[in-house]
């Protein structure tokens, strides 16, 4: 038994923690007031009617706020009018913003010092200039010579969750070390000034926002952390022409730069959502629906249905095909009426059960596009595995409505989501950060939850990370004061993460010297 202890004492075994996390609050002024946008587009002379009715009808569905986005003033048209810049002195300007005040933040809310950040990765897609973004923080802060920076660029709005599994990787090459990741997208040099369809839809939907957020190996960050991460996957499709050329950066035929939007980036989204989720279904699934799973897959060998059409997938990959055609078939038929706006989160249900599981039973039998006789591919229900919080990363409010389909989860738990789109719209590889700052506002995560992240982009990539709560969290993030009373910020202010993390380390605490008396006995019992 003495030989275990290494391995029960607390923080003693290798982990990845998040410690806090903090996104970035544009200033008031910032905010982009729909109306004016409007404007900005009949008096520029550039787009014809149709261009503008175009415009009108997707911003309509997005999910977008009308006057709660924030875009820089140089870009925003109450103040620049038509005159928009999209220099590099501006994008500079917009990058240190957000991503200082994002950091700073972080550093005030955990008292970490900048010498004490070991590893620092940045990732903006568009935005890539020399030095550096995470030059740019080294010298704003002032960290040590001998940190380990890294500036991820190109990757898109799946970076936020796909870049975890980099850092983790790092954290286990480098032990006690504390890495600060930093997520933002700067708008300025992506903003299109063209007349391209597949390249306007981005005007309308990305705004400005960061993130900022500590993750750490060091034993002693245990008993603050919030979260560790459990599970950490990532898919990457873009071996097909088809995946790789669905989301880039280029110019249109007059040359003008430009994010372009393919029509199949729904499909070949969903495509890469359904293996990422074949990959990390086994880990998040209760006994009970694994059980219904296996069963599901042995009626379909014995009806014949084994034998697929797409026999390289391996035997897992049809469980979780059948939830692309639902994201699919939602973005085809999206309607004009949508506001896309967030439900509020409902009551957490009680912990899933392994016998809990009716829903997927049904849909084991009714799953869309299993394209073959017999029973159709399983399809689990997650918000009946042991998953509690989601943070999906989509484009607009259809696209939400289409995940939430295919993963059979209700609008409390899209709600998060929804809530991001609407009040900071897409912050592209910031937005799953804005959704957990939502969360811990809003309802808060009980030690032992599981959080499940989600991230689609470029490429195409997809991500799915896993965290469980340590502690029991509720906290209000200045992003998201606005959704509470001055009663419930006044008392949610108070030092509630402190008090719970001193229970977690008097717990963990008290674990440890059980198991030490266990193993002074067993040595004692040994040695007579």
Avoid at 8 to 37: H, M
Avoid at 46 to 62: G, H, K, N
Avoid at 383 to 400: D, E, N, Y
Wanted: aromatic share 6%; glycine share 10%.
């Amino acid at each position: 038994m003495a030989s275990l202890l290494p391995s029960l004492l607390p923080g003693s075994s290798p982990r990845v923690y998040l410690v806090d996390l903090s996104v970035y609050k544009p200033p008031e002024d910032w905010k982009c007031d729909q109306r004016a946008v409007a404007q900005h587009w009949r008096d520029t002379g550039r787009y014809t009617l149709e261009d503008i009715e175009f415009q009108e009808r997707v911003y309509a569905r997005s999910g977008l706020s009308d006057n709660r986005t924030h875009l820089p003033p140089w870009l925003n048209p109450q103040h620049c009018g038509n005159e928009p810049r999209t220099d590099l002195a501006a994008a500079e300007q917009e990058a240190r913003l957000a991503m200082t005040g994002a950091v700073q933040a972080l550093l005030d809310k955990t008292g970490l010092q900048p010498k004490d950040v070991d590893i620092l990765v940045t990732t903006c897609s568009i935005y890539c200039p020399t030095p550096s973004l995470a030059s740019l923080l080294v010298n704003a802060f002032g960290m040590r010579p001998d940190v380990q920076s890294y500036a991820l660029g190109g990757m898109g709005c799946a970076n936020g969750v796909v870049a975890v599994n980099l850092l983790a990787d790092l954290l286990k090459a480098r032990p006690n070390c504390n890495a600060l990741f930093v997520t933002t997208e700067t708008t300025t040099p992506a903003y299109y000034q063209g007349t391209d369809r597949h390249r306007l839809v981005t005007n309308l939907l990305f705004r400005t926002g960061a993130a900022a957020v500590l993750l750490s190996n060091k034993p002693g960050m245990g008993a603050r952390a919030k979260y560790a991460l459990r599970h950490c996957v990532r898919v990457h499709t873009g071996a097909r022409p088809e995946a790789f050329g669905a989301i880039h950066y280029s110019p249109d035929a007059q040359g003008i730069n430009g994010i372009y939007l393919g029509k199949n980036v729904v499909t070949e989204a969903s495509r890469g959502l359904a293996m990422a989720l074949t990959k990390v279904a086994p880990h998040v699934l209760t006994w009970g629906q694994l059980a219904e799973a296996a069963a599901a897959h042995v009626r379909q060998r014995l009806s014949g249905g084994g034998r697929r059409r797409d026999a390289g997938k391996g035997k897992d990959g049809q469980q979780l095909e059948a939830a692309a055609p639902s994201v699919i078939k939602a973005e085809a038929s999206a309607g004009p009426g949508s506001n896309g706006g967030g439900a509020a989160p409902s009551s957490p249900p009680s912990p899933p059960a392994a016998s809990a599981s009716a829903k997927s039973s049904s849909a084991a039998t009714s799953a869309p596009g299993s394209g073959a006789s017999g029973p159709a591919p399983y399809r689990p229900n997650f918000q009946q595995s042991t998953i509690r919080h989601f943070l999906l990363h989509a484009g607009g409010a259809k696209v939400l409505d289409g995940l939430g389909d295919a993963l059979q989860i209700d609008a409390g738990r899209l709600g998060p989501s929804r809530a991001v789109l609407r009040d900071y719209g897409n912050v592209s590889s910031s937005s799953t950060w804005y959704t957990l700052a939502h969360v811990e506002t809003e309802v808060g995560v009980r030690a032992g939850e599981r959080v499940m992240q989600v991230g689609v982009g470029s490429g195409i990539k997809c991500g799915v990370n896993v965290w469980q709560a340590l502690r029991d969290v509720r906290e209000v993030h200045p992003a998201w004061a606005h959704l509470l009373s001055p009663e419930q910020r006044l008392r949610l202010g108070a030092p509630l993460d402190v008090s719970l993390g001193l229970q977690h380390l008097l717990r963990r605490l008290l674990f440890a010297a059980v198991v030490l008396l266990l193993a002074l006995v067993a040595g004692r019992v040994a040695g007579r």
